[in-house]
Each structure stands twice: as structure tokens, then as C-alpha cells.
Nanobody, 129 residues
Framework: QVQLVESGGGLVQAGGSLRLSCTAS??????????LGWFRQAPGKEREFVAA????????YYGDSVKGRFTISRDNAKNTVYLQMNSLKPEDTAVYYC????????????????????WGQGTQVTVSS
């Protein structure tokens, strides 16, 4: 089991940057054994895949709408995954969620929220025009 807590959200002007953090408190397994993802959900919309990273950090995935602007990374020594968001747009406004799944669970489809077992409570990101 792992508990996830996001931070770093806030209000920023279009074109600005934010860095989200998600700190994990795993029990039983080490943080490095989890695959991690970021999703977002705007009011009235479905949860959208943003980015994901493998347990080693060697493989990353991005949603088409954020590719080239956002960067996911992880620091296993700090039990933390980051989402660096640059060139923010008003359409990036949403609640951002961190998610995790144990890497020993077999095949992984990083873009689907149903492939994650643990979720944080979310952090609001608002981009003004």
C-alpha cells in the first residue's frame, strides 16, 4: 500500500510554469518498485492522462496535449515524483492527481487510469489568460 500527497498547485498566468510534487509513503514495498502517473480532471470532463514514468525512471510517457511542455521525473531517494509544467495554457486548468501501481503486477498501460491502484487527493492548477 502507498499513500500519495500532491503539492505545488496554484494560480499562474498563461505562459508561466509550475512544478508539482507527489510524495509517497509506501508500506511493505519500496517507492522505487512503483510505476507512477499524473492525471488531471477539469470540471465536467473525464480524467485525462498527463504523464507517466516507469519504476526505474528510464521510460516516460506523455499525453499529446502536454508533450514538449511538461516533464515527469522521479527521485526514489526522496519518495517523490515531479511534474514540471512549462508554457502553461488556460486549458491546462484542472485538478492534478498523482497515481501509483506496483511494477510487479504485469503489463502496464500507463495512459489508462484503471491501471493505477493508488491515488492522491489532487492539487488544483489554475492558469489565467
Amino acid at each position: 500500500q502507498v499513500q500519495l500527497v500532491e503539492s505545488g498547485g496554484g494560480l499562474v498566468q498563461a505562459g508561466g510554469s509550475l512544478r508539482l510534487s507527489c510524495t509517497a509513503s509506501p508500506s511493505g514495498r519500496t517507492f522505487s518498485s512503483y510505476r507512477l502517473g499524473w492525471f488531471r480532471q477539469a470540471p465536467g470532463k473525464e480524467r485525462e492522462f498527463v504523464a507517466a514514468i516507469s519504476w526505474t525512471g528510464g521510460t516516460t510517457y506523455y499525453g499529446d496535449s502536454v508533450k514538449g511542455r511538461f516533464t515527469i521525473s522521479r527521485d526514489n531517494a526522496k519518495n517523490t515524483v515531479y511534474l514540471q509544467m512549462n508554457s502553461l495554457k488556460p486549458e491546462d486548468t484542472a485538478v492534478y492527481y498523482c497515481a501509483a501501481v506496483y511494477s510487479g503486477g504485469g503489463n502496464w498501460a500507463p495512459r489508462s487510469p484503471t491501471n493505477y491502484r493508488y491515488w492522491g487527493q489532487g492539487t488544483q492548477v489554475t492558469v489565467s489568460s
